[in-house]
């Protein structure tokens, strides 16, 4: 497709399992980034990579998060032993850049992947 | 370190009715400034974007927005508000490195 794809839409886990979220960037975006969206909330950033390269972790709340792109196309984000306060949606955005931000290269956003903790 | 206040949680404007949706950012150096769309249960769509240059800058679905840097402020506009723009706005701000630091967002309710 065209966009930047999550999957998958909903994710309902019980509190102490473990979950995977995909993204899938636009085709050739080098750049790809996570944020976590609480209710009521502006997205907040996770982690970000360049290629394959994960280059910002800073926003990671915790070691139960977990992010990959092995191939610097698809990435993951995992989230271990999960706990209620992890409910949110988890948006992923992708852009053709490199190392900042500029005028040619906005971030594209996918519909997010909204992840239930009971 | 960076952030961005939207003062304005909600706003009800009347349809036809002109917008002003007010962005405040903190950044040491020259910002680069965004302001996003989010329809319920949808990602964020670009509005429109201030890198440099004038200071007035035109966006899609006739937004506009202008960046007082004195002011620190980046407030989006639009001259007549249509009952599809109800959604929530994000204003912001691209931060050393890659990432965007966002506002807490304000949600437009148009009224017929």
């Known amino acids: 497709g065209a966009g930047v794809s999550q999957s998958p839409r909903y994710k309902v886990a019980k509190r102490g399992q473990d979950v995977a979220l995909r993204c899938d960037p636009i085709s050739g975006h080098v750049s790809l980034f996570w944020y976590q969206q609480a209710l009521g909330q502006g997205p907040e950033f996770l982690t970000y990579?360049?290629?394959?390269?994960?280059?910002?972790k800073s926003g990671l709340p915790s070691d139960r998060f977990f992010a990959e792109r092995p191939e610097g196309s698809v990435s993951t984000l995992k989230i271990q032993r999960t706990q209620q306060e992890d409910s949110a949606v988890y948006l992923c955005?992708?852009?053709?850049?490199?190392?900042?931000?500029?005028?040619?290269?906005?971030?594209?956003f996918g519909d997010g992947t909204r992840l239930s903790i009971l | 370190a960076q952030s961005v206040t939207q003062p304005d949680i909600h706003i009800t404007v009347s349809e036809g009715a002109s917008l002003e949706l007010r962005c405040n950012y903190s950044y040491g150096a020259t910002p680069y400034l965004f302001w996003y769309v989010q329809s319920p249960g949808q990602g964020l769509q670009l509005l429109l974007k201030?890198?440099?240059?004038?200071?007035l800058v035109q966006g899609i679905k006739g937004f506009e927005a202008e960046f007082k840097r004195s002011q620190s402020s980046f407030n989006l506009r639009k001259p007549s508000v249509h009952w599809s723009d109800a959604a929530e706005y994000f204003c912001?701000?691209?931060?050393?490195?890659?990432?965007?630091?966002f506002g807490a967002g304000t949600i437009l309710r148009v009224k017929s």
């Open positions: 990579f360049q290629n394959e390269a994960q280059l910002d």
């Open positions: 955005a992708s852009s053709p850049g490199h190392d900042r931000v500029d005028g040619n290269q906005p971030q594209h």
């Open positions: 201030y890198f440099s240059g004038d200071t």
């Open positions: 912001a701000v691209g931060a050393g490195g890659n990432k965007l630091v």
